[in-house]
């Protein structure tokens, strides 16, 4: 079956790229996951401590609980302080679980598209000369198909919600969403080399649907970093940079086979 031969094909290029970065001295790029992830929990972490003394002092207002001197109030104020701060935090978790995985690929779309560029100079000693009109179009794709592909990603999640209280089909939609968040992950990481390649974005759209065993092969390991509790962002953020690799291996490996 096609598809199985092409995840498994998927799946050995994800293994490959990870020590082809360490052999072709990549691993530097390891730098950038690591700053954003300093920069997205300092700056996320002190808006939502902002966030939370700026509800809970409106409530306290609102409810004129600053003044308050009835027997429990203290408790009170500390109690809703308290709780504010925890449904913050959730929240906080929350957004990072479900829209982390997107939010590396858009702000990293211009180490990505690098990334990919030299991986495939290394690979096959085609040389891209940097022009930054060029450098800007691939940001602009990358995260146009970013966002197109959570928009895609929001309605087939809508859709598996009704779906969900249909039996037997319900109890396969959670798997189902995680496959489907697999491939248009998959689909972001590849696409750095597939716009090398001159494709349009719907000729892109039609490559990957033509190789979505690969496509989801190459998005299956981020999916499942981003699934681990409290720490998932932070490690996908680092398998992103194995995928964009990967992702380039396996276009250029399926262009050379239709080449000859």
């Not at 701060?85 to 990293?108: D, E, N, P, R, T």
Request: aromatic share 20%; proline share 2%.
């Amino acid at each position: 079956m096609k598809f199985i031969k092409d995840f498994g094909f998927g799946l050995r290029t994800y293994s490959e790229a990870l020590n082809y970065i360490f052999k072709k001295r990549l691993a530097w790029f390891f730098i950038f996951p690591l700053l954003l992830n300093i920069l997205l929990f300092w700056i996320g972490w002190d808006y939502i401590n902002s966030l939370s003394e700026f509800t809970q002092n409106y409530l306290q207002n609102w409810l004129d609980l600053e003044n308050a001197d009835f027997w429990g109030s203290g408790f009170l104020k500390a109690t809703i302080g308290g709780f504010i701060w925890i449904v913050f935090k959730v929240l906080f978790f929350l957004m990072f679980a479900y829209f982390g995985g997107y939010i590396i690929i858009i702000i990293m779309s211009p180490v990505f598209s690098y990334l990919s560029e030299r991986t495939e100079k290394i690979k096959t000693g085609n040389d891209y000369p940097f022009e930054f009109r060029q450098l800007v179009k691939d940001i602009i794709r990358g995260v146009f198909i970013a966002v197109r592909n959570l928009c895609i990603e929001l309605l087939l999640t809508v859709l598996m919600f009704f779906l969900s209280f249909i039996p037997i089909i319900g109890w396969a939609s959670a798997i189902m969403l995680f496959f489907i968040s697999a491939y248009f992950y998959g689909f972001s990481f590849l696409d750095y080399a597939i716009e090398r390649k001159r494709l349009s974005i719907k000729e892109s759209v039609q490559f990957m649907r033509e190789n979505k065993g690969i496509v989801i092969a190459n998005g299956f390991v981020f999916s499942l970093c981003l699934i681990v509790p409290f720490c998932g962002v932070s490690i996908s953020s680092f398998a992103a940079i194995i995928s964009v690799v990967a992702g380039t291996l396996a276009v250029n490996e399926i262009w050379e086979k239709e080449k000859h």
